[in-house]
């Protein structure tokens, strides 16, 4: 640890080991801090390199390919690179972008940007000038044979003299190759967009003849993209739902249970390395992680280790390089990075505790501020801080000591009594709320370190006094207030009450003398109508027995002039002598007495005076049953009179028995029931 690695300078008064094992160091000038705990270094730009996106040793030599060209040194330099002196050197005539890195017997080559490069301590020879190599397989674990993924489709290398030389493009393929293997005959190819290609090549491996592409119809989900891996020498695909693996009996890709619970709530794997001991290292969009085997043989998932360095991956383009069990280089945007799996990881196990730095109450251009020592002696002696109402505005501000990548520190708060869930985890170290309301809160906010640990919450109450018109001296004064309020409206409402009662007893009795004065006029006008009415009713029955009077009158008159013509022909009678012309005479007064018995002159007149009496009692009968005869309406009437038979049958001029068939006869034709009574049909009708 130098200048060169980044200290302020070389002059070291003091040194301090922290609880997470690194190293603090009081300078002559600043202090300064160093995590040589941490399991991860990186070689950066102090060692000329930028974004690496592949590494590999060969000969003793580390090489990094960047975007910047092809780096090396030698593995028993790189501790001495604080020096200056030591650092990686660009190989000449790679500078560019180098994709990959692989040694197939002993020979290092190199795919770049602009060719195939083949390295050998620390120079480079072109053996092809065909754009974009992404990898290399070997043929069939052919030793003569490599197949290599371009921009356009696949390429074939061939060995020569010990050294492989570029032979031929793969015509009938020429989509863009980043990730290819060789299974069951097949060369199978990962496109991000499009899915995943079944490659069949001819014998002399100039030709794909048949080219198949796999997507959700075969077996696979919906959503792209895929990747695919050999595992345990079984061809695999990763997917957004997890693994699948390919049975080459139903040309069909299934789920692959085996590695469920291993990579159990991730997202999308894009690669799976497996290393010599069985552990997968891998990468998802946003996090690296590694499954270690464990001497049970089951696989463990570690992704803590890594939290600090998953935003300095390149996305798409994870790489990692195993040098053996305790050297393990990754590929990120600042440089290439160093994991040793073997030392331990102290604050991934430790908790780094949360704390309150200050807390500032304000309200009306004033504020009160409550500091560390203060609040120290608060929580110490148990009591709760208790403020006026008008400093009803309160900022907190936190912090924890978490010096592991302290820019990954995240914070989450609640007030209780005001909020009932907690905060999303945010960087942010402040909390402030305004308009409180009075009641009694408590403050609690917990850290978050880069290890995913959460602290345990600290919490700080403080209680908030109403403002003077809420407060309990108010509470009592409103309250007497609403006491007087009320007894005063009772004696207002009684005073009401009253003088409404004798208003209305006033207007009550008024209303009576009314009433009565109403009650005399309406008798008196009831009178008048009733004496108006008796002298109508008078009138009436005067002018009725005045019609019988003429009735009777009149007949009685005609009765005397039948009585005369009789007594006439008569005296004639008795003058005549001849007895024939006698018989004769008589005859003729016998028919004309019965002329005049059946005159029916006088039946009309006592029909009109009978249906003035009986309200029309004839004529409803006549309309109710219209085929009764004169005589049985007239028989009719004399019952509705209520008189008897015998007083009827000499008004009728028949006998009783007679009277008797005519009861018969109207009781059939009004169709009444043998034991219904007729003179109370009648009466009643």
């Known amino acids: 640890l130098n200048r060169s690695r980044g200290m302020q300078n070389n002059t070291v008064l003091s040194l301090f080991q922290d609880a997470h094992h690194n190293l603090w160091m009081a300078l002559d000038n600043g202090i300064d801090y160093s995590e040589i705990s941490s399991p991860i270094s990186m070689l950066d730009f102090n060692c000329n390199l930028e974004a690496t996106y592949t590494s590999i040793q060969h000969r003793g030599i580390l090489y990094a390919g960047t975007n910047q060209g092809l780096y090396y040194i030698k593995l028993s330099e790189i501790r001495n690179t604080a020096d200056g002196n030591h650092k990686f050197t660009l190989v000449p005539g790679t500078e560019g972008q180098v994709w990959c890195l692989h040694v197939f017997d002993d020979e290092l080559l190199c795919g770049h940007n602009v060719g195939c490069f083949s390295i050998r301590d620390g120079k480079s020879r072109k053996i092809s000038s065909l ?68 490659i069949e090549l001819n014998a002399g491996l100039t030709h794909a003849h048949n080219v198949r592409l796999y997507k959700a119809s075969n077996g696979l989900p919906d959503n792209l993209p895929y990747n695919i891996h050999l595992l345990n020498g079984q061809f695999n695909v990763t997917t957004s739902d997890g693994l699948y693996k390919y049975d080459n009996k139903a040309d069909r890709f299934y789920k692959n249970p085996r590695y469920a619970e291993v990579f159990k709530g991730l997202p999308y794997i894009d690669k799976i390395i497996s290393d010599k001991e069985g ?110 109402y008008r400093y009803n505005a309160v900022s907190f501000q936190f912090t924890s000591p978490a010096y592991e990548y302290p820019g990954s520190t995240r914070f989450s708060c609640r007030l209780r009594g005001y909020e009932a869930g907690w905060s999303e985890w945010k960087q942010e170290s402040f909390k402030e709320y305004t308009n409180l309301k009075e009641g009694d809160y408590v403050f609690e906010v917990k850290s978050q370190n880069i290890f995913m640990l959460e602290s345990p919450a600290v919490a700080y109450p403080f209680r908030i006094k109403p403002p003077l018109y809420r407060s309990r001296a108010a509470m009592i004064f409103y309250g ?30 008024k209303q009576l003398i009314e009433q009565a004065q109403n009650f005399r006029e309406q008798s008196l ?161």
Do not use: C
């Not at 015509?171 to 990730?179: C, H, I, L, V, Y």
């Not at 996090?287 to 998953?310: C, D, H, W």
């Not at 309020?485 to 005073?495: E, H, Y």
């Open 279 to 388: 552990n997968l290292w891998f990468f998802t969009n946003t996090q690296m992680g590694v499954a270690f085997k464990e001497a049970s043989g089951k696989l463990r998932t570690f992704m803590r280790p890594f939290y600090r360095i998953n935003n300095l991956l390149l996305p798409s383009f994870e790489q990692l390089y195993i040098l053996d069990s305790s050297n393990v280089f990754i590929g990120s945007q600042q440089g290439l990075i160093h994991y040793k799996p073997s030392m331990p990881l102290y604050a991934e196990h430790q908790v780094d505790p949360a704390y309150l730095r200050s807390i500032v109450f304000s309200g009306n251009d004033t504020a009160i501020a409550v500091l560390p020592a203060a609040l120290a002696e608060i929580k110490s002696n148990n009591k709760v801080l208790t403020l006026p």
């Open 480 to 509: 007497l207030l609403l006491m007087l309020f009320f007894t005063g409206n009772v004696f207002f409402i009684r005073r009401r009450i009253k003088k409404a009662r004798l208003s209305e007893m006033m207007k009550r009795r």
């Open 525 to 685: 006008i009831a009178e008048k109508e009733i004496i108006h009415l008796k002298n109508e009713a008078l009138s009436n029955e005067m002018n009725h027995k005045n019609k019988e009077l003429a009735n009777a009158t009149l007949n009685l008159a005609h009765k005397n002039k039948i009585l005369n013509d009789i007594k006439n022909q008569f005296s004639q009678l008795y003058q005549e002598r001849d007895d024939s012309i006698r018989r004769h005479q008589i005859s003729q007064l016998i028919r004309k007495i019965n002329k005049e018995i059946k005159n029916e002159q006088y039946q009309e007149v006592f029909n009109v005076y009978f249906d003035e009496v009986h309200s029309d009692f004839l004529r409803r009968l006549k309309e109710t049953y219209p085929n009764l005869s004169p005589r049985e309406l007239r028989l009719a009437a004399y019952l509705r009179m209520n008189l008897s038979s015998k007083e009827i049958a000499p008004l009728m001029n028949i006998s009783v028995r007679g009277l008797e068939i005519s009861r018969y006869r109207l009781r059939k034709k009004l169709n009444l029931d043998h034991k219904a009574n007729l003179t109370d049909f009648i009466m009643s009708f």
């Open 131 to 198: 754009p974009g190599y992404w990898t290399f397989i070997r043929h069939n674990n052919q030793s003569d044979t490599l197949i290599a993924g371009t921009y356009n489709g696949l390429a074939v290398f061939t060995k020569k003299e010990n050294r492989y030389v570029f032979s031929h493009e793969i015509k009938g393929f020429k989509e863009s190759s980043r990730t290819i293997l060789e299974y069951d005959n097949l060369i199978w190819m990962s496109h991000g967009y499009r899915g995943i290609f079944s």
